[in-house]
């Protein structure tokens, strides 16, 4: 093992036993590489006659550019759009995230958190977080309806096991039993499970209540213990996207920070879908421990690693995204534009909410409950989900998503507001002509 990663894993074992023993093989492995990386750095502070490091090349006292490609970044300069960014992220970007992160859960209150570590977007964090915990073997804990690519990230790529739980109760809740039942099997057979926790849930809209909240976070609690690691990942790509006053208004991952050595949350998000910029790629990576110092040498062992990960597997994230995010966040514009598109997204998810009243539709489907996100999901009544949308798809033009055999997934997030009743109509008569015919 290099001794670079043997460091690293010195300094997590000795804040944390748990999380040592937590981190997957190639997580134990992983370090970041000093050479040229920090020759570059020591060069950037001392190198004031001629600075030959870097594996760019500059003109001018700025990075070397192209008019073609700079008119299109108008108020952007050449080192803020085409430098690499660190591996880890630009420090000023990952600072802000991270007050952010405080400002938007109080629960975090006195609890640390890592530096975030800035991410290509939500889906590289769960890989990130793959192979910093998992081995081929281990074994990943998600609700029956999840994001399908945690397959691919995790069972096709990593080879761990995914296993399932209802994700409503017979009452339409989250269902915490469930997720006891699969906690506790999963650890007496493994002793370390990888929890994946999405709220608002994709494909649902579905986000956990304030009163289901405490359940919830007694039942991992529970769950854990000595030989019984429990790795919480948050996958919050859709927080704060809520449309009705009981759900809960902050990240699993507060309530979790901090709880248990044998707990270690995980918290992923990011400006792609919270702040409407899909393509710009900007997530972020988080962690709590119990025995973390803020800034100390545990967090900045975890962070190491990760940035290791992101240097060998993608060098380092686009620096031209996280500049235009640094800038909106630092905008004083930025909390009235993000809260006028809340809006209009809320609308959107009260106008399906009008459409389902309808009492003819219960005939043919009943929704999941949904109060939050982009999605949210029928369950269809003897109906074929993919008939039913190649149905809609081929003679009326609607496209929306068959989730799995009688479930169908709709993006109001897509949809003007006036054509979300056109839409449930459609459906409606396709559903009924299907159901008529047997
Ligand atoms: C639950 C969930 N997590 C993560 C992602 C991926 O987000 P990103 O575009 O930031 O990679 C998606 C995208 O659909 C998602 O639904």
Redesign the pocket.
């Known amino acids: 093992m290099n001794p670079l990663a043997v460091e690293l894993n010195k300094a997590i074992e000795k804040a944390e036993p748990c999380v040592h023993g937590m981190l997957s093989s190639l997580g134990k492995r992983l370090f970041f590489p000093r050479g040229i990386l920090t020759q570059t750095a020591e060069a950037k502070e001392k190198a004031d006659r001629h600075n030959a490091t870097i594996g760019i090349a500059r003109e001018n006292g700025q990075a070397m550019n192209l008019d073609v490609l700079m008119d299109n970044i108008p108020g952007v300069v050449p080192d803020d759009a085409l430098d690499y960014a660190p591996a880890t992220g630009v420090p000023a970007l990952r600072r802000i995230w991270r007050s952010e992160i405080y400002r938007k859960n109080p629960s975090l209150k006195n609890k640390s958190i890592s530096l975030p570590v800035v991410t290509?977007?939500?889906?590289?964090?769960?890989t990130l977080a793959g192979q910093l915990f998992l081995d081929p073997g281990d074994i990943v804990i998600v609700p029956d309806k999840?994001?399908g690519?945690y397959r691919l990230s995790y069972e096709t790529i990593i080879g761990a096991e995914i296993r399932t739980f209802p994700l409503f109760d017979n009452n339409g809740g989250f269902n915490v039993e469930g997720l006891s039942a699969r906690l506790n099997e999963s650890l007496d057979a493994r002793g370390k499970v990888l929890l994946v926790l999405?709220f608002p849930?994709?494909?649902t809209g579905y986000s956990l209540l304030k009163s289901e909240v405490e359940p919830v976070v007694e039942s991992i609690r529970s769950a854990s213990g000595p030989g019984r690691d429990i790795v919480v990942i948050s996958?919050d790509?859709?927080f704060g996207l809520l449309y009705s006053e009981d759900a809960y208004e902050e990240s699993i991952f507060a309530r979790l920070a901090s709880l248990d050595e044998h707990i270690i949350p995980v918290k992923?998000d990011?400006a792609?879908?919270e702040h409407f910029a899909?393509g710009l790629?900007v997530?972020f990576i988080t962690f709590s421990a119990s025995g973390g110092v803020p800034d100390g040498e545990f967090y900045q062992a975890l962070e190491k690693k990760t940035g290791g990960a992101i240097r060998g597997g993608i060098s380092n994230c686009s620096r031209l995204s996280q500049t235009v995010i640094l800038k909106a966040l630092e905008n004083e514009s930025f909390a009235d534009q993000r809260d006028e598109k809340f809006r209009v997204l809320e609308r959107r998810a009260l106008k399906v909410k009008e459409a389902l009243a309808n009492p003819a539709y219960d005939e043919v489907w009943e929704p999941y409950p949904f109060n939050a996100g982009?999605f949210m999901c029928l369950k269809l009544k003897n109906i074929n989900a993919e008939e039913l949308r190649c149905s809609m798809l081929d003679r009326f033009g609607v496209g929306v998503i068959a989730s799995g055999n009688n479930d169908l997934r709709i993006a109001f997030s897509c949809l003007d507001v006036d054509d979300i009743p056109d839409l449930f109509d459609i459906m409606f008569t396709c559903a009924l002509e299907m159901k008529h015919r047997g």
């Open positions: 290509s977007g939500i889906t590289h964090g769960l999840f994001w690519n999405n849930n994709n494909p996958d790509a859709y992923l990011g792609t879908k899909w790629r997530g982009y």
